[in-house]
């Protein structure tokens, strides 16, 4: 994860985060990502059903009851883990979360545990009803999925009528007072929705924005071809800095990241490098201590049946089952081979990822994206867009 606007528009100094000590406890939630003890943001899938057809689901969800969820009770055993494990955030994901009628229950008990709860959705389900549940819970933020307007969101989500039942959502959302804000999963067929996204989040005084690069997983495994090719990767990621900066100059504060792709950090660093070296020089501070992908390390994944992973995108590996040891012991005991490489990945990186000068503010970029399309997981991240001039020593 990348704070453009953090970053970029200089909204974040090196010495914010050093003045919290950079422990995760302590860190306000938009400095989390500079923590130095990386106790994980647990991503708990909480059902694979869904509402929606998204075709790059990385869940495979469908809108039909499945077998061996996590219970209600079971649900609390893991909250009660992961509070006492230190674990800062819970994003209650799915499928589609609400659709589980009890996720305003799991939410309010991570709440009264200390944790901050915040949900993924899509937004369709949120009727002014359930916003004044969720506010009343005491829930963090609300993050709705959006892949465009109303045509390209729609022909994404595979079905007529999400976009409208998602703008509804964040009306709701805003009426109860709960921060909610967007998720955007760039690929060539909306590139082009970027700058009315902007305009979205002008329009209708949305303060936060994460646009995803596209990750090889789920039903996004069938989508390798329609990822933006490098260049377009690069023009993505300018434009969204382009529009950042334009906000941000007309004193509109949003909040503006993209995710799961570490090459946008050294690419930002290069840009800033050229025009105003002495803010670079202070975002590679920053930069160092992001520390690149934490897949396995500064982020987890515990699915709707138990089972623990690296990142909500990596499901086809499992470390261990949450019914049959806490996700703490599996995280700390790091028994798992792959999970213990992963912890320390720098040192197991191959090709161009093991000389690259950005290799300790990157950490390699994606391994699951590599292993998606070469089928060796510490093969270079085919999505890293930076030239080899770029990351020569």
């Known amino acids: 994860m990348i704070g453009i606007s953090k970053l970029y528009c200089g909204t974040v100094e090196p010495s914010d985060a050093l003045r919290y000590g950079?422990?995760?406890?302590?860190?306000?939630?938009?400095?989390?990502?500079?923590?130095?003890?990386?106790?994980?943001?647990?991503?708990?899938?909480?059902?694979?059903?869904?509402?929606?057809?998204?075709?790059?689901?990385?869940?495979h969800a469908k809108d039909t009851s499945f077998q061996n969820e996590l219970s209600t009770e079971e649900g609390k055993a893991l909250i009660?883990?992961?509070?006492?494990?230190?674990?800062?955030?819970?994003?209650?994901?799915?499928?589609?979360?609400?659709?589980?009628?009890?996720?305003?229950?799991?939410?309010?008990?991570?709440?009264?545990?200390?944790?901050?709860?915040?949900?993924?959705?899509?937004?369709?389900?949120?009727?002014?009803?359930?916003?004044?549940?969720?506010?009343?819970?005491?829930?963090?933020?609300?993050g709705i999925s959006l892949d465009g307007m109303k045509d390209i969101n729609d022909k994404f989500r595979g079905v007529t009528g999400a976009f409208d039942a998602a703008m509804e959502g964040i009306l709701n959302c805003q009426a109860a007072g709960i921060k909610v804000g967007l998720r955007f999963t760039v690929n060539k067929f909306n590139g082009k929705e970027i700058p009315k996204i902007f305009n979205l989040l002008e329009d209708m005084n949305i303060p936060r924005v994460c646009f995803y690069h596209l990750v090889y997983a789920g039903r996004g495994s069938d989508l390798v071809k329609d990822d933006l090719s490098l260049e377009e990767s690069r023009a993505a990621v300018d434009l969204i800095m382009d529009r950042t900066r334009q906000l941000h100059d007309k004193g509109i504060s949003k909040e503006v990241l993209t995710v799961d792709n570490h090459a946008d950090g050294p690419y930002l660093y290069l840009r800033l490098l050229k025009e105003d070296p002495e803010r670079a020089a202070e975002v590679l501070e920053l930069l160092k201590m992001n520390e690149g992908n934490n897949s396995g390390r500064g982020i987890?994944?515990?699915?709707?049946?138990?089972?623990?992973?690296?990142?909500?995108?990596?499901?086809?590996?499992?470390?261990?089952?949450i019914r049959k040891n806490p996700f703490s012991s599996i995280w700390t005991e790091a028994s798992d081979p792959l999970l213990a490489k992963l912890k320390e990945k720098k040192k197991h990186v191959k090709g161009r990822c093991a000389d690259c000068r950005w290799l300790d503010i990157c950490a390699g970029n994606f391994r699951v994206r590599a292993e998606a399309v070469t089928g060796d997981v510490w093969a270079p991240d085919p999505a890293c867009y930076l030239t080899d001039e770029e990351v020569k020593k």
């Not at 609400?98 to 009727?127: C, F, H, Q, W």
């Not at 049946?305 to 909500?312: F, I, N, P, S, W």
Request: proline share 4%; charged share 20%.
């Open 80 to 142: 009660d883990d992961l509070a006492g494990f230190g674990v800062p955030v819970l994003l209650l994901s799915g499928g589609e979360p609400l659709v589980r009628k009890d996720l305003p229950e799991l939410a309010a008990y991570a709440v009264d545990k200390g944790m901050r709860a915040v949900i993924s959705t899509n937004g369709t389900l949120i009727t002014r009803e359930m916003a004044d549940t969720l506010k009343a819970i005491g829930l963090s933020y609300v």
């Open 300 to 321: 987890g994944c515990v699915s709707w049946d138990g089972e623990v992973y690296a990142d909500q995108f990596w499901r086809h590996y499992s470390f261990g089952n």
């Open 22 to 59: 950079r422990h995760s406890s302590k860190l306000p939630s938009h400095l989390l990502q500079f923590s130095k003890d990386k106790r994980p943001v647990v991503v708990w899938n909480i059902t694979r059903r869904c509402n929606l057809k998204c075709v790059h689901c990385y869940a």
